[in-house]
């Protein structure tokens, strides 16, 4: 093996005396502690790299004969020979080729980088490979240009560390080359690439062993535009370190090309990440083309997701007309110390056009400031969580509990004959064309397969993943790579940047090939697809499917090192009702095995090739798609992950004829002898049925209604119209006065007139409370229809006016940009607000829910906001808001700023956020009726100021009362609330077991049957109509003598609603629930796998009240109402999770469509209320039969609503558990994404939204409470319970601190 002269030489590790390189030939051993100790200083400060090695030697001036001069250098007389003179090719320009020809020069400017503060100096080697150094003909001396870069790095870095006693690392420079491997050279030709990725491995091995060789400490893959290159240099260094027997640290830098945040080969950063993170790097971070200011909204993006330390050293600023940099060392420095005060960097230094004077400003102005990014799984952290994470030109992250994947089937040949014959046919454009189909048609990730006795499979494959590759709406989900040929699956990772599933291994090739083949796709950074198949053949059993798998599992984990979570496994879909009688259970046979092997292979996933299922039936298309959906329906729910499926040919299970999914479920499930003569039956009558659904249509010219009002003129008619909500009508008349010239010369003339007459009549009944939110939003769905019908009219007539008559524009009051922040779903409030402004003539633009901060103000700044409006429901979100607040102060930006959402509040909004922006107002808007005025004072030039101070002044007051409050207030410690907990006689006692443990699923629950446990007085909150005492709750608010007629108005169209709802089952009511052993040990509950309780599969850690009270008895934690372990007595807890959501979004886009926003809202309430309702009838079972602790329960509906039963159902993120983050461990002992299709955010929101989860407690002594003011000491505590970093638990605790962090 070559050697590796610093692998002893870490930067906490001896090196030789003088520097220098060890020869060839000489042996050292791996020194085992590279990672560990380069942590160190990852962890005590903020590293610096260098900068520009270009930028320096421009200032030498150096000229061609510079480029081929023979040199001696540090007392060798060979350094390098007069071999140039005669060379044909020009060689000024050729930097690399400085480190032969002027090593004088490279060393002193190593020097010069490291004696201005630089930790680590990069090699002369940007472009030392063959591929690059072709240009100039030098192919040959790549070995040399590396071996001799690295010793004149590290001669320099020995003679500083020399002089000032601290250690200087050499980090090997590994450039992108001159090509690409996912961009075509060729316009027309997309799928040509003139190199290949073995011969740039082959490139970049040569360059590594040199590097190594010549005394690197780090190997650094660096400005990377194609992450596809990269990856072929990561496959280099990974093939070479293992050929010698070493290990190197490893860093990894991207370059992000423009503001779009993507590579120049279309990835996204988070992407990027994705596709590199199985190298394992030491730092992985951003580089060139970007100065700080531009690339700091993607360092922060690269810093959220990397699970390693982050670097970053961009250019001096962007290039100016002459190509320079204009960023000076006093510009750059400040920006990059916030960036370290800010957490998003562990090491620094600069890019293009930066010198050792820039890295003398950044080194000085970062010396003081500790780090405070620490990433998961170093220093001793826990790791970060385990998730499969796939990429295309985007991310996506498959957690425990994710969506069904869908995998798009129609790409392979062996499949679809169109597509085969497009293949044939040399048609590459149209099948990328069935590509994008897929993807639009809803796959989250491309099969694609040439597997076909008459193709070149691997020619076949190469040419359409370089294709696709280039075709942004196809690349951008990840790809999955199916052949039965290795070789073809290989050729594909080849052409692939994204991180790519391969379809499929097997152990049927036998242990020892298994394991190779295992080893090379995880070398390509790939997720794989195991088939149960071994050497016995196809597990077609439900007993073999397990063994083969668990088997597989167990290599590939504990000999190969393969992430649980990359590894999916294909139990085999096999052909039902073939007419033999061995076939009828194979469709149990896959769900059963199913349901063993994601318990028994934790972290893995199940998929399958679904059109197997139905290959009896194939031609009756609508039978198949039946099959296919019912057996989806039960796989999911045993814990199927994915399936390679038709995206665009799936029905929904319950819209499928109830009679023919009665007989794909007995076939399916095989629970009826008579299954496969029924279907056939049916395919026999399918094969004739015609189609006859268009009979009974509505006749166009029916008759209207009369109606008074309709003969008074066209005017009156909209205005009325819009006033009563009454939109039947309203087109007519639109045209109608479209029609009279004289009075509407133009289209948006009816806009400006008796539409804006109407909506700000309309604005003043609502502002003086004579007319409610419903209303208004029935009035917002007719003016919406109104425009529609005018839009295309006044988009010919601007084309046609536009540059004689400019004022013909419509004029807005403002703009005002709206968003549910990062990791939220919630957006009903925001809806409502939105549909107000509107109607007041405000442009609201709302870009939706789960938006990043930088999406935020890119967006506020693209559509020229005048106000941000931020909306929120989880308690997470308060915390994203100050970050939308401090990231708007960063950028200097002059916006006001609403905060709005049912978590949010007047006093957070003084105390939290406002402190953090000081340029323009924030302002806390408490409903939609507040929202018009609010707007208005601030765009009011005469008002705005006066307002502004205002609003300053009171919440200066907030805060000052706020933190007097903490003053006055008086907390017991935690061991002082600890001794007052609530006491409890558990001697004797034997809680009630349930009647059975583990998890039961309540899936598609009829919706008639939640009706009567719907509470109404939510409903009318969200309507914003609030009765009178003694007239305020349902149903006495339809007596209240201001809101009752409105109440009772919109309570009727809700009955309308929900009916349809029901009847037409537009939503599914999902449910998971759940009962475990438990003890309380301290202030957590361990929740045991059996009866045994030996082995505890979860831990809920809860929250003691520390707030003194006059009347307060105990301080409660919700662990006082389990019995505690030590107390000998087998307690139980139960936990659950409904949603009444699933199809909520179909719902909800169909009233979008219409322009509905009454209907839209509408349906959201309902949807919560439902929710709600599934949640009390299920306490309600699980109190009287399923734990049965109160069978003789018998109370009225009012007083269930009162909570007059026996035990409770707190919910993470409310008052008695105000932590969100419990959620995660009640989700994986639920497994409420795979049951119930409930999953989380990253901010642990629930999706669909309207889903509720709790924990049931049967104690008669359990209540709810109010955690209220926490202490420092709880908060420690707490975080070293849950393994969590405190300033983690701080930020999700944020709400209930008693303290000021």
Known sequence: PKSHPSSSSPLRSPTSEDGRALQAGQVVPPAGGHRGLAQEDFEERILIIDGAMGTVIQQYKLQEEDFRMAAKFAGDDN????????????????????????????????????????????????????????????????????????????????????ETGNRKLVA???????????????????????????????????????????????????????????????????????????????????????????????????????????????CVGLNCALGPDQMRPFMQRMSNVATCYCHAYPNAGLPNAMGGYDLKPADMAPILRQWALDGLIN??????????????????????????????????????????????????????????????????????????????????????????????DGAQLLDVNFDDGMLDGEDCMRKFCNLIATEPDIAKIPVVIDSSKFHICIAGLECLQGKCIVNSISLKVGEEEFINQAKL????????????????????????????????????????????????????????????????????????????????????????????????????????????SVFLYHAIAAGMDMAIVNAGQLPIYDDIEPELRNMCEDAVLNRNKEATEKLLERAEIEKQRLEDLKAGGVDPNKAKQAAEWRSKPVKDRLIHALIKGIDEFVEDDTEEARSDKVAYPAPLNIIEGPLMEGMNIIGDLFGAGKMFLPQVIKSARVMKKAVAYLTPFMEEEKARKLLENPDMLQVKTGCVLMATVKGDVHDIGKNIVGVVLGCNNYN??????????????????????????????????????????????????????????????????????????????????????????????????ELQDDFAADTR??????????????????????????????KVDWKGRQPPKPTFLGKRQYNNVPLEELLPYIDWNPFFAVWQLRGKYPNRGYPKIFEDETVGAEAKKVFDDAQKMLKEIVSGRKLQANGIAAFYPANAVGDDIEVYEDEER??????????????????????????????????????????????????????????????????????????????????????????????????????????????????????PGYPSQPDHTEKSTMWELLKAGDL??????????????????????????????????????????YAARKKMELEEAERWLAPILGYDR
């Open 79 to 162: 350094w390098h020979d007069d071999q140039f003179k005669t060379h044909p090719k020009e060689l000024k320009g050729n930097n690399d080729l400085l480190s032969l020809t002027r090593p004088d020069v490279i060393n002193e400017i190593h020097r010069r980088y490291f004696a201005a503060g630089a930790d680590i100096c990069e090699t002369n080697t940007f472009s030392g490979t063959t591929v690059a150094q072709a240009d100039y003909a030098l192919e040959h001396l790549v070995y040399g240009i590396n071996y001799k870069s690295a010793k004149l790095a590290k001669m320099a870095a020995m003679d500083v560390e020399k």
């Open 1094 to 1211: 030996s082995k505890t599969i979860g831990t809920y850690c809860t929250l003691r009240q520390q707030e003194e009270r006059a009347d307060q008895e105990a301080y409660l934690a919700m662990s006082d109402f389990i019995a505690p372990k030590s107390s000998g007595v087998q307690d139980y807890i139960g936990m659950f999770a409904v949603t009444a959501g699933l199809g909520m979004d179909k719902l909800i886009a169909s009233y979008e469509a219409k322009g509905d926003d009454y209907g839209k809202i509408m349906a959201q309430a309902l949807g919560d209320r439902l929710a709600e309702a599934f949640a009390e009838k299920l306490h309600a079972d699980v109190r009287r039969k399923e734990w049965g602790y109160s069978k003789d329960e018998d109370m009225t509906e009012e007083d269930m609503l009162k909570v007059k039963y026996q035990g409770i159902r707190p919910a």
């Open 172 to 282: 090997g420079a590994i450039g992108p080359t001159n090509r690409t491997l996912s961009i075509s050279p060729k316009v027309e030709n997309a799928g040509f690439r003139n190199i290949t990725f073995q011969e740039l491995v082959t490139a970049y091995k040569q360059q590594v062993s040199a590097l190594v060789d010549g005394g690197c400490d780090i190997l650094l893959v660096e400005t990377i535009f194609d992450t596809l290159n990269a990856k072929a240099a990561l496959f280099a260094i990974d093939v070479y370190l293992e050929e010698v027997g070493i290990k190197m640290p490893l860093m990894i830098s991207g370059t992000i090309v423009d503001m779009s945040g993507r590579t120049l080969s279309g990835q996204t950063g988070e992407a990027f990440w994705v596709s590199v993170r199985h190298a394992n790097p030491l």
């Open 1236 to 1277: 119930a299709s409930i999953q989380l955010t990253e901010s642990l929101a629930m999706l669909p939204a309207a889903s509720v989860s709790g924990l049931y407690f049967a104690n008669p002594e359990s209540k709810y409470f109010a955690v209220g003011k926490i202490c420092k000491d709880q908060v420690v505590d």
């Open 521 to 628: 796709v995880k070398r390509y950074g790939a997720a794989v697809i195991v088939m149960a198949f071994d050497e016995e053949g196809q597990a077609a059993d439900r007993d073999n499917k397990i063994r083969i798998c668990q088997r597989a599992y167990k290599i590939l984990v504990e000999k190969v090192g393969f992430n649980p979570v990359d590894i999916i496994f294909d139990l085999n879909i096999l052909t039902i009702c073939t007419g033999l009688e061995e076939h009828n259970n194979y469709g149990i046979d896959f769900i059963e095995a199913t349901k063993v092997v994601k318990e028994t292979c934790p972290g893995s996933k199940i998929s399958g090739g679904l059109s197997n299922l139905s290959f009896s039936f194939r031609g009756l298309e609508e039978i198949r798609q039946a099959m296919h």
């Open 347 to 440: 090491m620094v230094g600069g890019c293009c056009g930066t010198t050792p004077d820039h890295i003398k400003a950044i080194a000085e102005a970062v010396s003081d400031v500790m780090p405070s990014r620490k990433p998961p799984g170093f220093g001793g952290r826990p790791p970060a969580e385990n998730n499969m994470l796939l990429s295309g030109l985007e991310d996506m992250t498959l957690k425990k509990g994710s969506v069904f994947q869908n995998i798009g089937e129609r790409c392979n040949v062996a499949g679809s004959i169109q597509f085969k014959k497009m293949i044939v046919a040399n048609n590459w454009g149209k099948a990328a064309e069935v590509a994008a189909k897929q993807v639009e």
């Open 953 to 982: 002044e009171l919440y200066a007051e907030m805060r000052e009362e706020h933190y007097a409050s903490l003053e006055e207030r008086k907390f017991k410690t935690l061991e002082q609330a600890r001794q007052k907990g609530m």
């Open 844 to 941: 609201v633009v709302d870009i939706g829910v789960m938006q990043p901060c930088d999406v935020i103000l890119d967006k506020a700044i693209e559509v020229g906001a005048d106000v941000i409006g931020l909306s929120g429901l989880i308690t997470p979100s308060l915390d994203e808001m100050v970050t939308v607040a401090k990231e708007m102060q960063r950028r200097n930006m002059k916006l006001p700023l609403m905060i709005g959402g049912a978590t949010t509040s007047r006093m957070h909004t003084a105390v939290k956020i406002e402190p953090n922006y000081h340029n323009a107002p924030i302002i806390h808007v408490l409903d939609a009726s507040r929202a018009v005025a609010v707007v208005s004072s601030l765009l009011d030039a």
